[in-house]
């Protein structure tokens, strides 16, 4: 292991036959700066190298490929390895001795010949491979396939990008910036970023965190500029939900404190949130500067000698769980803009409908309406801020259930709670609004959106929502045609016993 550690850069360049600028370049794409040729390396860096620069040989297996067409290749394949070595061995003792028309004879046959050498050749460079590893527990294949994992590994981590393929539109070009997208991942994130050994102590902590906030910015703020228009209609139809709530004198102070919450609740559905992410991104990055500060200012004796430091504190939430949350916010701008775009018409309708909500509550106390009444306005309208957050969830409930127009799931559900709001005196406006609602649920037939329907109309199983009048008619029709049905059975049975009668011996024969 040692040997590996003080390896040079000009020892490497005889070891592996490369020029020493090569090699050193190799080394600064790989991120591992070298001052000189003099420069030592690390064991895991002359591993790297040696998957580079020794590793290549292995690939000449592909020129063999087409040998097993001729038929004197397989014939020696199956003979004994060993012979195939000392052949060459003899040839070259017998030709010196014989004449050059024989030489000239022979040469057509080295055609053959030298296929025969490159088998053992293809194999040879492996073995070479692992006679120098350090690592004497993996066979010789083993450690051929993990260092071409190693040169693998790191050219995907270096060359990865979410900009490529379908996430970049045809004939973009390539940012260097992440695209934020709905399936933004972590990778994406850390795409050509280095980041050290973050958790290992606090002052690698707090640079990483500085690092990772100021990438997502730069993802946030590339986001924002490419959608400044849509941005801007999505941010004018949600102005009036994402300002503070006024509260209203005629409320009391819990209905304020519940439609707020309702308000902001709206916002935080359906508003891209990219300000409120900011913000926090900033307020961490800001920490994060003030830590590393303190750092280059720190007390060592103190560093050292005191446990409850705060530099040394551990109530640090671990750099893997700040990323994956970090990666979520933005994930959630992206997603929340191109749900709005999808259903700008419902969400326009929600908003505005809010307001409707409370605009009639306060006419309501207004006139001094009973506590039933108010208290049942109230429990449509909770019913009306759920129906909106569950859109919010991207459901399928919000698609239309065919091709022919018809309004979708969620639309008449809205309908059906209007018109239930807007006749609330009337004693068979309930019972109407849990029969259509009852009805949406015959034509959805996903799990979820079929039992939020049930439990958004407070449906009972087994129980029939249809007009009494109707249940009534159906029921004298069924009593009617088990009458028709038990007469016409009783006809048949009298013509028959009458029949029976009047041929008494025919029945008599049949016995």
């Not at 020493?20 to 040729?37: D, H």
């Not at 004879?105 to 491979?129: I, R």
């Not at 551990?314 to 933005?330: C, H, K, Q, S």
């Not at 049905?485 to 029976?500: G, L």
């Amino acid at each position: 292991m040692s040997v590996a550690v003080t390896k040079r850069i000009f020892q490497l360049s005889k070891e592996f036959e490369r020029d020493e600028k090569e090699i050193i370049a190799y080394l600064a794409e790989q991120g591992i700066k070298v001052s000189n040729r003099l420069s030592a390396v690390s064991e895991e860096t002359y591993n790297m190298l040696k998957a580079k620069f020794m590793a290549p040989p292995p690939p000449p297996p592909e020129p063999p490929k087409p040998e097993p067409a001729p038929a004197p290749a397989p014939a020696v394949k199956e003979s004994a390895p060993a012979e195939s070595a000392e052949a060459p061995a003899q040839e070259t003792q017998t030709a010196p001795a014989g004449k050059k028309k024989k030489k000239k004879n022979k040469g057509q046959q080295p055609e053959q010949q030298p296929q025969v050498q490159a088998q053992p050749e293809t194999e040879e460079p492996p073995m070479k491979l692992v006679s120098d590893a350090k690592i004497e527990n993996l066979d010789k294949q083993t450690q051929t396939v993990l260092y071409e994992g190693i040169v693998a590994g790191n050219d995907f981590i270096r060359h990865y990008s979410s900009n490529d393929g379908q996430l970049r539109p045809p004939g973009a070009k390539k940012s260097k910036v992440p695209l934020l997208l709905p399936n933004l991942d972590t990778w994406a994130i850390l795409y050509n970023h280095k980041f050290e050994d973050s958790d290992a102590t606090p002052a690698r902590y707090w640079n990483s965190v500085a690092k990772l906030m100021t990438r997502a910015f730069k993802i946030n703020n590339h986001f924002g500029m490419s959608h400044r228009e849509s941005l801007a209609k999505m941010r004018d139809a949600l102005v009036s939900v994402a300002k503070d709530y006024e509260p209203r004198e005629i409320f009391s102070d819990e209905e304020n404190e519940k439609f707020a919450a309702q308000q902001k609740l709206l916002f935080q559905s359906f508003g891209h949130g990219m300000g409120m992410v900011n913000d926090n991104l900033y307020d961490l990055k800001l920490k994060a500067e003030r830590m590393k500060v303190k750092y280059e200012r720190m007390n060592f004796l103190e560093y050292v000698t005191n446990p409850q430091d705060e530099l040394r504190s551990a109530d640090r939430v671990p750099f893997n769980e700040l990323l994956e949350a970090v990666t979520y916010a933005l994930r959630g701008i992206s997603r929340r803009y191109h749900f709005f775009l999808q259903n700008e018409a419902r969400i326009n309708r929600i908003v505005k409908s809010f307001f409707v909500w409370l605009d009639g509550y306060a006419k309501l106390k207004e006139q001094s309406a009973p506590a039933a009444k108010l208290e049942k306005y109230l429990a449509l309208e909770e019913k009306f801020v759920d129906l909106a957050e569950f859109m919010s969830f991207d459901n399928l409930i919000i698609y239309p259930y065919d091709k022919k127009g018809k309004p979708s799931p969620f639309d008449l559900l809205f309908d059906f709670l209007e018109a239930y709001r807007d006749n609330l005196d009337n004693p068979d406006a309930e019972r109407e609004f849990k029969y259509k609602s009852r009805g949406i649920t015959n034509i959805t037939f996903k799990p979820k959106e079929f039992v939020f329907i049930y439990r958004f109309a407070e449906l009972e199983p087994n129980k029939d929502y249809r007009p009494p009048e109707v249940i009534a008619a159906e029921a004298e029709a069924a009593a009617k045609a088990a009458t028709e049905a038990a007469a016409k059975a009783a006809a048949e049975a009298e013509a028959v016993a009458a029949e029976e009668k009047e041929n008494p011996a025919e029945k008599t024969d049949e016995a």
